[in-house]
């Protein structure tokens, strides 16, 4: 990868194909990508260190967060996670694989540029990985990329089409439904919680990549569209590790898979405790394909074909199968009552759902909160369209059905101040803003670079307001 380093320019086309929800940035980067400044040699970075800005050396422009582990040393190749967050919140994306990184000796970069909706994504990714392997020494074999949301799909794609990656954790997305042959084959760790409308896209997938031979886990966590506690994120690296393991790449951990196949088998017995037969069954093939070629698995592939003759499986599967169906159905549906600006059947929609969401079915319960979600996503979707077109009147309406399914996000009362910021109703606009930062607001970038905001940055209630989004920044 050193020496190939017009592989890893990425035509744009390819990373934006996949990035789904993507907010016009009207400012572009500026840096010059000869200029070359001073480097750091690797050697002033210590053990358990977070670097919250590395400059990169051929664009001063472009920085990263980065971790280094307990077992850090400057002069042995280690192996490197690159990390892609939605809104560049590179210290943040650092800090949650921290445990993992110091548990299997993991650097951990994050760019602070890359995020949804940039226009020079691959100017970013090509400084990026310029720069860690001129500043580090990286275990070639065991590069990772890792990212949430549009992240995710980076991260996704640069194993896809540059190769030298070993394996991918993708949280909360993935990437494009696998049509064709995938050039470069890496290990799949995907993340997705049971309330996250991208929850479809990731289980079918999972079940894709299987079928065209890619080592591929499946997370789930109980969470919506975010970021996943440190365990899972321990969890899932775990499993990298046992596929590192598999092709020879380190040596086989006996104790390591020992743990791994107690931790999963009492997750099973749990599963199986509470009545979830066909999720114990996934996560029994999920440890039948991980072990495989390590271990005889002749025991436990026994003992799974008596646990197939369990006559719920095919119950709850039938079940599964028929809610995901319905889901992707209203998902399209959905999507065309947006474009036909069809707001009363979507307010109708939402009333159902809400409704939904008391059952206690929790099947019914958790398609009904994707589904809100999904159209809280399409809400922005469609209300940064409106804006951006100059179209308030649409914008307003898209945002009542904002408010309606998602009445505590932030970014519905950023649009809003954007509205009334236009209709110079500057005391409204502000109160809108504040709301915005009391639900978490924390893109600085467009409170700075909004156009409609200009006269509202004059006043001393939008730096205390800027201050607050900085604040909610820092805390994530």
């Known amino acids: 990868m050193k020496t190939k380093k017009s592989n890893l320019s990425i035509a744009l086309v390819l990373l934006f194909a996949f990035i789904l929800l993507s907010c016009n940035n009207k400012n572009e980067e500026k840096g010059n990508n000869n200029q070359k400044i001073p480097t750091q040699k690797a050697n002033i970075y210590k053990p358990a260190q977070f670097v919250d800005d590395i400059v990169c050396r051929t664009d001063q422009s472009q920085t990263y967060a980065a971790y280094f582990p307990v077992s850090y040393n400057p002069k042995i190749e280690m192996p490197i996670i690159v990390v892609f967050d939605a809104h560049a919140r590179g210290k943040m994306a650092v800090k949650k694989f921290k445990k ?113 031979g890619f080592p591929s886990m499946l997370a789930i966590t109980p969470m919506g569209h975010e970021w996943p506690d440190e365990n899972v994120l321990l969890k899932t690296i775990e499993w990298l590790e046992i596929q590192s393991m598999k092709r020879s790449i380190i040596p086989v951990n006996d104790n390591l898979i020992r743990n791994y196949s107690l931790n999963t088998a009492d997750s099973i017995n749990k599963l199986m405790l509470i009545g979830k037969v066909y999720n114990a069954k996934k996560l029994y093939e999920q440890f039948l394909s991980t072990i495989d070629g390590l271990y005889d698995i ?47 059947k979507l307010q109708n929609e939402i009333n159902v759902l809400k409704s939904d969401n008391q059952t206690k079915n929790v099947l019914k319960k958790n398609s009904s909160m994707r589904l809100l979600n999904y159209i809280s ?76 905001f200009v006269k509202l940055r004059q006043l001393p209630e939008f730096e205390e307001l800027t201050k607050g989004a900085k604040s909610n920044f820092e805390k994530i």
């Not at 049509?179 to 470069?184: A, C, K, N, V, W």
């Not at 399409?378 to 308030?392: M, Q, V």
């Not at 509205?419 to 409204?428: G, L, V």
């Open 100 to 212: 993992a990184a110091d548990e299997f000796g993991y650097v951990v970069v994050a760019s602070n540029n890359a995020k949804n909706g940039l226009k020079t994504i691959n100017k970013t990714i090509n400084a990026l990985f310029d720069d860690i392997f001129y500043r580090f020494k990286i275990n070639e074999n065991r590069v990772y990329t890792a990212g949430f949301s549009g992240g995710a799909k980076i991260a996704s794609s640069i194993a896809i089409y540059k190769g030298g990656i070993a394996g991918v954790i993708a949280i909360s997305s993935g990437f494009a439904k696998i049509g064709q042959e995938i050039p470069h084959k890496f290990s799949f760790a995907s993340i997705v919680g049971v309330e996250d409308f991208n929850y479809l896209e990731l289980t079918m997938l999972d079940e894709q990549m299987r079928q065209v």
């Open 377 to 452: 996503m399409l809400s922005y979707i469609f209300t940064d369209g409106a804006i951006n077109a100059g179209d308030f009147d649409t914008a307003t309406k898209y945002l009542d059905i904002y408010k309606s399914a998602d009445p505590n996000n932030p970014d519905f009362y950023y649009f809003e101040a954007c509205i009334f910021a236009n209709k110079n109703m500057q005391k409204e606009a502000l109160k809108s803003l504040g709301s915005a930062v009391h639900y978490g607001f924390f893109d600085i970038s467009k409170l700075e670079s909004t156009d409609y």
């Open 298 to 344: 002749t025991g436990y592939q026994k003992s799974y074909e008596e646990f197939l003759k369990n006559p719920d499986i095919q119950k709850q599967e039938a079940e599964i199968e028929l809610s995901a169906n319905n889901e992707s159905d209203k998902q399209q549906e959905y999507v065309s009552l947006f474009k036909r600006q069809d707001f009363r």
